[in-house]
């Protein structure tokens, strides 16, 4: 039998090591893929599939990648979600016989990637680890590689781990190999793509400085799962991965991915752009650091009320200082991005350009500081003090690298003068020469009486005298030695000039290799001070948003919200600040909010696009600006802390998750219900209107009761059912108000102003009348609301039992079985049930359920 070749054998030796990645596999200039590998890149990056003797009969499927255009293709893989390994030769080939040692030197993954278009600037980049425990709790730690922040978090079950985790959006998550199968498939349906397996969440020595403050053994494993990926993936030292900070999901205004995504925090529903989002409105940040943090700080807004009342009183310095703002932004524009700048430096991929960019942001600290000392206010004096301007490197770096030194370190010149004196030696020795041999130009010139007589230079023959064949007669024979003949000129040496050059080229060539380790170590003394330079960034980056806070604020004319203990909301005056902002020149139409122990609930009706969802978004928006420090958009706010948010809004179709409407409705009002408290915030919008109308109604209501009797949370609730409204008589603390809309001309005019009491119920009629439709259908419609009014409640309660509607809510009591089970034997059903875990509707679904099988078996 034939074998493969030991090349070939290498290649899938190495390739064992790695099956899910792409084995980059370096061949003199190329990189090849073979077998598989070859077959699917060829197809994912359209290239050229050929095949190569390998030793045995069939040739081997083969395609490359030249080494200089290789990043273009990794980056392309990478955005697809798969993983490269680069494979490099680590032996010189000419110095070896047979098959020259090759290795892994890194791995790229959607998680790891340092550098890349799809790296967005003003966007986290995270890669996270995930582990799951017997007692059915989780931890969760993250980190993000280019700038080193690094988080870590323990989770009660794992349902908000998957939220946790959605939330994070990292770019990959790395778990045991024998975690639960459902967590990926279920986060693959929430758009997040790459996995990787790591096993080993052994402690090592050298993941101490990040572990330094984790107590807790669970959070240790999931942060050592996560740094034994990351040292396998990127074999080299990062010490820029700052200390894990621990924190709890409690600790902030928790909700959960579909609340977010109700209310278009970071991207709209449609389209999933940022335009028209809150993130979209409120950046203002003059740094991509600061454009990071703003996301972070939506995210997770703060539940105590003193650390919001501190950023906002240092938005409200902010904002009554408009010159000192101005210039503070005018700084801040000038400083980069230095917790990736520390990033690369600890990477070791930092050019001379980096530390350019290093240095000029360091030159804005000071400025920043005196302009925030100016502003003669308590907290930013306080936050101006907290700045590290890292003097000694600053100094380190102006002293050393010139203001505009070349793209790449490999050809020097970029190391001021009188940085080192040795260098400086060098160089003199080179401009000394370098001006010896214009000189000597000059006598030669003289010597020979030819005046076109020149000194130039290439790399193969160097420095040489050159003389045109019109004056070679001119030459006394054997003054110099010739070197090169071309068809107008002859080109010489002289025993001088050679010594010269070799001087010459030597400093050259010293000068160059001095300036590249002098290069290395103010690297090296740049990464000494990158903890220094974290801190540093992360003070910038909270001036740059609260800043953007007060500038915001500032052109959209927001007010300081003051918070109560009470649960009190008083909004006066209230704008929705996205929709606000969108309709430029239109009027926005401001509306009150008030809710206090008398009125926990309001009930909302008025005709569709009337402005129902816009008034319940803006109350939950409202909090959400004034939970993250921001002023907020209204003329008077005095506002509640909330714990949670949960909405319902909207019918957008959950079709990622393949669920229809009413499913994902009953799923959010179940998670809504399961763990609101009273200092939570729910918006629902037209619950129920995902079933037929009866059916709607029943649960409406009943979630209405629900929440009002056993929750007290502070609750909107938009709804059509004008039969709600009769609610208020029995619920005490719900309110009815509608949205008011008027005739004018003939024309329906919304006037979005929310107004006590209840809509009008014969509106729709109305409205189709004034679409002019045929009177007598009016009339007909105007006789069946008659009766349909004069029908017993009753009625309508019974109704929903009807048995076609048992299918459809069986669907909704288990969305992944949705065959009803068979079996005849009730008993065994009822003793079947966990009732202690079940929420009311659940078990509402179940009897349903077994009384149809009850049914079924009387027959
Ligand atoms: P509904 O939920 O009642 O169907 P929406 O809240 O979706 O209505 O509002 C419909 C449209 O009305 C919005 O897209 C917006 O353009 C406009 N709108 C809503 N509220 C206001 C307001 N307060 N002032 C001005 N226009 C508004």
Known sequence: MKTY?????????????????????????????????????????????????????????????????????????????????ICEQTEDPKQTKGVVKREIVQMITPGTVMESKSLLERENHYLAALTGFQDGSF???????????????????????????????????????????????????????????????????????????????????????????????????????????????DAYLRMDPNSKRNLELSETIR????????????????????????????????????????????????????????????????????????????????????????????????????????????????????????????????SSIIDQPPLTIKDGNFIKDGFNSELDQFRDASRNGKTWIAELEQKERKKTGIRSLKIGYN??????????????????????????TLSN??????????????????????????????????????????????????????????????????????????????????ITDGRHPVVEKVMDAQEYVPNDCVMHKDCEMLLITGPNMSGKSTYMRQVALTAILGQIGCFVPAAKANLPVFDRIFTRIGAADDLVSGQSTFMVEMLEAQHAIANATQDSLILFDEIGRGTSTYDGMALAQAIIEHVHDHIGAKTLFSTHYHELVELSDKLNSLVNVHVAAAEQDGHVVFLHKIKQGPADKSYGIHVAQLANLPDKLINRANELLIGFEAKPKTKMTTAVYEDEEIGQLSLFHNPKNKKPKKTNNIQQEILNLNVLEMTPLEAMNELYRVQKIAKNEAK
């Not at 790399?459 to 090169?484: V, W």
């Open 271 to 398: 389209g999933n752009g940022k335009k028209g989002s809150l993130v979209w409105l409120l950046d203002e940040t003059m740094t991509a650091m600061g454009a990071r943090m703003l996301r972070r700080w939506i995210d997770r807004p703060l539940v105590k009320t003193e650390d919001i009342n501190h950023r906002l009183s240092i938005v409200q310095g902010l904002m009554d200082a408009y010159f000192e703002r101005e210039s503070l932004r005018d700084s801040l524009k000038e400083v980069y991005d230095l917790e990736r700048l520390a990033g690369r430096v600890a990477f070791g991929n930092v050019s001379p350009r980096d530390l350019v960019q290093l240095k000029k942001s360091l030159q804005q600290v000071p400025v920043v500081q005196e302009t925030l000392a100016e502003m003669n206010h308590k907290e930013s004096i306080k936050l101006a003090e907290s700045m590290d301007p890292c003097p000694e490197l600053l100094q380190l770096l102006q």
């Open 459 to 484: 790399r193969i023959f160097g420095y040489y005298i050159e003389i045109t064949k019109a004056n070679l007669g001119n030459l006394q024979d054997g003054l110099y030695e010739r070197r090169q």
């Open 489 to 570: 000129a002859e080109r010489f040496i002289t025993p001088e000039l050679k010594e010269k050059e070799e001087l010459i080229l030597q400093a050259q060539e010293r000068s160059t290799e001095l300036e590249y380790s002098l290069f290395q170590e103010i690297r090296e003394q740049v990464k000494k001070e990158i903890p220094r330079l974290q801190k540093l960034a992360l003070v910038i980056s909270q001036l740059d948003v609260l800043q953007c806070f007060a500038t915001v604020s500032e052109t959209r004319h927001y007010v300081k919200p003051t918070f109560n203990q009470d649960r009190k909301i008083e």
């Open 139 to 249: 931890s969760i730690g993250y980190l993000d590689l280019t700038t080193g922040e690094t988080k870590v978090t323990m989770i009660d079950s794992v349902r908000e781990a998957i939220n946790e985790l959605i939330n994070i959006k990292p770019r990959e998550i790395v778990m045991a190999s024998d975690e639960d199968p459902a967590i990926e498939k279920e986060l693959k349906e929430r758009d997040i793509h790459s996995f990787s397996v790591m096993d080993d969440c052994s402690k090592e020595a050298s993941f101490e400085p990040v572990l330094k403050e984790i107590k807790q053994e669970k959070l240790i494993i999931s942060m050592c799962r996560l740094l034994h990926y990351v040292s396998a993936t990127q074999k080299r030292s990062l010490d820029h991965l700052q200390k894990a900070a621990s924190y709890q999901i």
């Open 5 to 85: 070749t030991p090349m070939i054998q290498q290649y899938l030796k190495i390739k064992a090591e790695v099956p899910d990645a792409f084995l980059f596999f370096r061949l003199g200039d190329f990189y090849e893929m073979f077998f598989d590998d070859a077959l699917r890149a060829s197809r994912e990056l359209e290239i050229t599939l050929t095949a190569r003797d390998g030793g045995v009969e069939e040739k081997i499927p083969m395609c490359g990648v030249p080494h200089h255009a290789a990043s273009g293709y990794i980056e392309q893989l990478i955005q697809k979600g798969f993983k490269v390994a």
